[in-house]
């Protein structure tokens, strides 16, 4: 059984860090892209980050270039997306969700839940 | 354009058929992934590609594509499907990754 499952999210300042992990198994995590979608309270879904299986190709939504780093594990099945320079505006759940192919999102985890406020 | 345009809310009565659509430049060039998400729960994926089900998606879901529109078609919809529709796709670049606003479906 396929299986995502994130941590790491909490309260932090302004201007703060965060560090999230995404823990996969039930498949082949190497042979997968990876992405961080998010969902701010009430509002619908923005995707964060995609990481390519090997973790060769590494893209970022404009808004968190340069504050978010999306990195991977293969030796421990896990994903995860170090936030720098955090702002309320990054108050969301945070999901890690498996790209079967061609950006097609067909595993989520639970979501971690970030809030951003001072 | 570098956004997928959904309308906010639709409704639908009982057992009858309803269509949400997905707008946006990309969708010339890429198909619309559907994504159905209840409250409180993660998204799940209902339709990729050309028109494919992930398994244990109910066959009355189905996607289409005309010109800069996706749609995604619930034939006979259940009271089990009212919750929140988002598409995916890839914006004009390749690279990135857009989402519709999302549409509240309503199951009268």
């Known amino acids: 059984e396929v299986q995502l499952v994130e941590s790491g999210g909490g309260l932090v300042k302004p201007g703060g860090s965060l560090r999230l992990s995404c823990a996969a198994s039930?498949?082949?995590?190497?042979?997968?892209?990876m992405n961080w979608v998010r969902q701010a309270p009430g509002k619908g879904l923005e995707w964060v980050s995609s990481i390519s299986n090997s973790g060769s190709y590494i893209y970022y939504t404009d808004s968190v270039k340069g504050r978010f780093t999306i990195s991977r594990d293969n030796t421990k099945n896990s994903l995860y997306v170090q936030m720098n320079s955090l702002r309320a505006e990054d108050t969301a759940v945070y999901y890690c969700?498996?790209?079967?192919?061609?950006?097609?999102?067909?595993?989520w985890g639970q979501g971690t839940l970030v809030t951003v406020s001072s | 354009s570098s956004e997928l345009t959904q309308d906010p809310a639709v409704s639908v009565a009982l057992g009858q058929t309803v269509r949400i659509t997905c707008q946006g430049d990309s969708l010339g060039n890429y198909y619309a992934s559907w994504y159905q998400q209840k409250p409180g729960q993660a998204p799940v994926l209902v339709i990729y590609g050309k028109n494919h089900r992930p398994s244990g998606i109910p066959d009355r879901f189905s996607g289409s594509r005309s010109g800069n529109t996706a749609s995604l078609t619930i034939t006979g919809a259940q009271a089990e499907d009212e919750a929140d529709y988002y598409c995916n796709s890839r914006d004009s670049s390749g690279n990135q990754v857009l989402f519709g606003g999302g549409t509240k479906l309503t199951v009268l």
């Open positions: 039930g498949f082949t995590f190497s042979n997968y892209n």
């Open positions: 969700a498996r790209d079967r192919v061609g950006l097609e999102f067909d595993y």
